[in-house]
């Protein structure tokens, strides 16, 4: 029996979602839980590996239960139980016997937050920010255009090639304001380590003013890998939704 799985976590206190010798990780205390609940080891795969600090409300993950589920609710919330405070076991339900969450996903969204207000201890997910008197969205909104379609990201990600090299697609970015927080929203086909930090914190730069628009297209699809300098803080990034169809 495969179950799919949907977890949320807040990743402040997270070395990542991938499981570590040492270590506070989403796989490592997810795992945990499984095990203690069922009486046996069990494994958990995940869609992608989310970084240290990054959050999630919609991070898909499969397990092997020792044993067959039928109230799938009962035992979702049973497992809730044993979980930290800061990661949840949304819902689960049976797969088949070949689902993988990381190679079935057709497509991710991301969203990135950020705000100048005063921070918010209580409201998580969302980077703060200073210099709001500098920063122009309609600068921020152009640069972020320019990684929408296909492109070579080479100098946006430390990962080392692999065998889709560094093209990913990037389907849509849009651009919101509302009550002050600001929000990126990325759809694609994969997004590489650090990717969407590194897009966004160049987009920053472009957006302070800090960087001219030029230096991005001059690094996208570029023969030379310069690997961009500014990355945006961790706590500003969610893994919002994982899908396993075509729309």
Request: net charge positive; proline share 3%; charged share 30%.
């Given at each position: 029996?495969?179950?799919?799985?949907?977890?949320?976590?807040?990743?402040?206190?997270?070395?990542?979602?991938?499981?570590?010798?040492?270590g506070?990780?989403?796989?490592?205390?997810?795992?945990?839980?499984?095990?203690?609940y069922?009486?046996?080891?069990?494994?958990?795969?995940?869609?992608?590996?989310?970084?240290?600090?990054?959050?999630?409300?919609?991070?898909?993950?499969?397990?092997?239960?020792?044993?067959?589920?039928?109230?799938?609710?009962?035992?979702?919330?049973?497992?809730?139980?044993?979980?930290?405070?800061?990661?949840?076991l949304?819902?689960?339900e049976?797969?088949?016997?070949?689902?993988?969450?990381?190679?079935?996903?057709?497509?991710?969204?991301?969203?990135?937050?950020?705000?100048?207000?005063?921070r918010?201890?209580?409201?998580?997910?969302?980077?703060?920010?200073?210099?709001?008197?500098k920063?122009?969205?309609?600068r921020f909104?152009?640069?972020?255009?320019?990684f929408?379609?296909?492109?070579?990201?080479?100098?946006?990600?430390?990962?080392?090639?692999?065998?889709?090299?560094?093209?990913?697609?990037?389907?849509?970015?849009?651009?919101?304001?509302?009550?002050?927080v600001?929000?990126?929203?990325?759809?694609?086909?994969?997004?590489?380590?650090?990717?969407?930090?590194?897009i966004?914190?160049?987009?920053?730069r472009v957006?302070?003013?800090?960087?001219?628009i030029?230096?991005?297209?001059?690094?996208?699809?570029?023969?030379?890998?310069?690997?961009?300098?500014y990355?945006?803080?961790?706590?500003?990034?969610?893994?919002?939704?994982?899908?396993?169809?075509?729309?």
């Amino acid at each position: 029996m495969v179950i799919k799985g949907v977890i949320s976590y807040n990743g402040r206190l997270f070395l990542g979602f991938e499981r570590q010798k040492e270590g506070r990780t989403v796989q490592g205390e997810l795992e945990k839980a499984l095990s203690e609940y069922f009486g046996s080891p069990v494994s958990v795969r995940g869609s992608g590996r989310t970084d240290a600090g990054v959050n999630a409300v919609g991070q898909v993950v499969s397990f092997c239960p020792p044993r067959e589920i039928s109230d799938f609710e009962r035992e979702r919330k049973a497992i809730d139980s044993r979980l930290p405070y800061d990661l949840s076991l949304v819902s689960i339900e049976e797969a088949p016997a070949s689902f993988d969450p990381r190679r079935n996903a057709k497509f991710k969204i991301y969203a990135y937050l950020f705000s100048f207000k005063e921070r918010d201890v209580l409201r998580g997910g969302i980077a703060y920010l200073r210099n709001e008197s500098k920063f122009s969205i309609e600068r921020f909104r152009s640069a972020l255009s320019l990684f929408v379609g296909k492109h070579d990201f080479s100098s946006f990600t430390p990962k080392k090639e692999d065998g889709l090299s560094f093209y990913r697609t990037i389907a849509s970015i849009d651009v919101l304001l509302k009550d002050g927080v600001y929000s990126a929203v990325f759809k694609g086909t994969g997004f590489m380590t650090y990717m969407v930090r590194f897009i966004v914190g160049a987009a920053l730069r472009v957006g302070f003013g800090e960087m001219e628009i030029g230096e991005i297209s001059s690094r996208l699809d570029s023969a030379e890998r310069r690997i961009i300098s500014y990355k945006a803080p961790a706590e500003g990034l969610t893994l919002v939704y994982v899908g396993y169809d075509e729309d």
